[in-house]
């Protein structure tokens, strides 16, 4: 029988793909530990106060931040930094595009670079180790909800085999102005090509 909400496959310890080189030195792109909280944190509460991407208006305690970070690793859902020299200078993750049992194998996933690390192709090793974390989690889908004015993480998508779903007009207001959400999807696997091996289990209630 299933975890509700949780993908039922692969266990992602020890995923530790090694990636290529930023500058002179290496990043390599590891499963996030609760050590790693404050620097994300950080990098965070930059992005909320001068980024294109959060709709936070204030950045989140770093209890609230562990706890984020615990509910994903419940679910067995990758959640990763990328490591130079042994400080973290972005992370991404993936949570439940949903909540309801049906929608189990998407998720929506978000990728926060820090901001002396931008432009540095962080993001171009941090996505596709995500997209394969996420494929051998079991997932089917990924979501991607970008600003419409952050062009680079729209490349950066587009880059790695997503593309647009939809556009939601003026649904946000930051920074004095009206956003809109760009949705991108990406297929994983064999995505709808066969059904989920469990798919004639009991679909168990939120």
Not at 49 to 59: A, F, I, K, S
Not at 131 to 150: F, H, L, W, Y
Request: proline letters at 8%; one cysteine or more.
């Amino acid at each position: 029988m299933s975890t509700p909400n949780a993908i039922p496959v692969a266990d992602l310890d020890g995923f530790f793909p090694v990636a290529a080189a930023s500058g002179t030195s290496p990043v390599r792109i590891r499963n996030s530990v609760e050590a790693d909280v404050p620097a994300m944190l950080d990098i965070y509460s930059h992005h909320i106060q001068r980024g294109l991407g959060p709709y936070d208006v204030e950045p989140p305690h770093p209890e609230e931040l562990k706890r984020r970070r615990k509910a994903m690793l419940k679910r067995r859902l990758p959640h990763l930094v990328a490591d130079l020299d042994g400080s973290v200078v972005g992370y991404a993750y993936a949570a439940p595009f949903r909540k309801r049992p049906a929608y189990r194998y998407t998720v929506e996933h978000s990728i926060y670079i820090h901001k002396d690390h931008q432009g540095r192709g962080i993001g171009r090793l941090l996505l596709p180790t995500l997209i394969e974390a996420c494929t051998a989690a079991g997932c089917r889908q990924m979501i991607a909800v970008v600003d419409s004015a952050n062009a680079p993480s729209l490349r950066l998508h587009e880059s790695c085999g997503f593309v647009q779903a939809g556009i939601l007009r003026n649904v946000g207001f930051k920074f004095g102005r009206w956003t809109d959400s760009v949705f991108l999807q990406r297929a994983l696997g064999v995505a709808d090509g066969e059904p989920p091996h469990d798919h004639r289990g009991t679909l168990i209630a939120d």
